[in-house]
């Protein structure tokens, strides 16, 4: 059965094919990982911070989709230079209108890049132990989601050995 192509932008397959930033950054200040290993969509966010709260560096590795790869990339081009707290504000649906839109079925992987990308910062404020005003208590949507993808994709894989033992 042959599979019909997603409707990707030519930004995004641009971007698929040459991602800015992709690798691991051995000197992070913090990283973050969003998504299940098991289930292969999975994301880490590295980000090199100064003293003044300010992103001079950021990479991020990916095993999600094109659609990861290029939000992830524009991601991280993005917050280059970014206070912290600019750098909370980035959507995903901004970061969706930067790749030219995702197709519906990738929204989550927009999601993915954000949230690992907010889990990255609320990281650092926790190792320094200290919590910004302007940094919410509650989780936000982006992180919400990359947690439900975790739940999910941990569900699937015990039906998966469970189903697995039953053969
Ligand atoms: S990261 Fe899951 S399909 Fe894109």
Redesign the pocket.
Known sequence: MSRVPLPYSQKILELFRNPKNLGKMEDATVSAVAGNPQCG?MITFYLKINDQDIIEKATFESY??A??IATSSIVTEKIKGMKLEDAWKITWKSVAEEVGGLPAV?F??GV?AVGALRRAIRAYYQKKQQTPVWLPKELTFEEKQALEEEELAKILARRMRTAEEGT
């Open positions: 969509d999600g989709c659609a990861n990738k989550h992987c993915l």
